[in-house]
Nanobody
Framework: QVQLMESGGGSVQAGGSLRLSCVVSEYTYATHCMGWFRQPPGKEREGVAGIYINSGSTYYPDSSVKGRFTISRAKNTVYLQMNSLKQQDTAMYYC????????????????WGQGTQVTVSA
C-alpha cells in the first residue's frame, strides 16, 4: 500500500512562496500520476496539479495557478513550488496517487496523504 506524507505548509504573506513536499513510500503502478489537491475553507476539494512519475509530464487543471505553481518530482518526493501566493490559495493541500491518467477528479485517486495547511494573509 502506498503511503504519502506531506510537509512544507505554513503561513505566508501574499506574494510570498512556499514549497510543499510529498514523500512517497514507493513508486508502483499505483502512482502512475501523482497529484496535488487543495480544499479551501468551506469548499470542496479541487485539483491543482499532476505529474506522470515515469515521463515527468505535468498537468495543471486549475488555470488560476498556471505560471505560479510548479509540480516536480525527484527520487521519492513530489514537490509543489508555489510562488506569488494569493489569499485565495489558502487551503489544506493534499498529495494523492492514481493508477490512471492525471485528472482533476479526486475519485480517480486511490491514495491520499493527511494534508498540510497553507495560509496566505494580506
Amino acid at each position: 500500500q502506498v503511503q504519502l506524507m506531506e510537509s512544507g505548509g505554513g503561513s505566508v504573506q501574499a506574494g510570498g512562496s512556499l514549497r510543499l513536499s510529498c514523500v512517497v513510500s514507493e513508486y508502483t503502478y499505483a502512482t502512475h500520476c501523482m497529484g496535488w489537491f487543495r480544499q479551501p475553507p468551506g469548499k470542496e476539494r479541487e485539483g491543482v496539479a499532476g505529474i506522470y512519475i515515469n515521463s515527468g509530464s505535468t498537468y495543471y487543471p486549475d488555470s488560476s495557478v498556471k505560471g505560479r505553481f510548479t509540480i516536480s518530482r525527484a527520487k521519492n518526493t513530489v514537490y509543489l513550488q508555489m510562488n506569488s501566493l494569493k489569499q485565495q490559495d489558502t487551503a489544506m493541500y493534499y498529495c494523492a496517487a492514481s493508477y490512471y491518467e492525471c485528472t482533476a477528479n479526486e475519485a480517480d485517486f486511490s491514495y491520499w496523504g493527511q494534508g498540510t495547511q497553507v495560509t496566505v494573509s494580506a
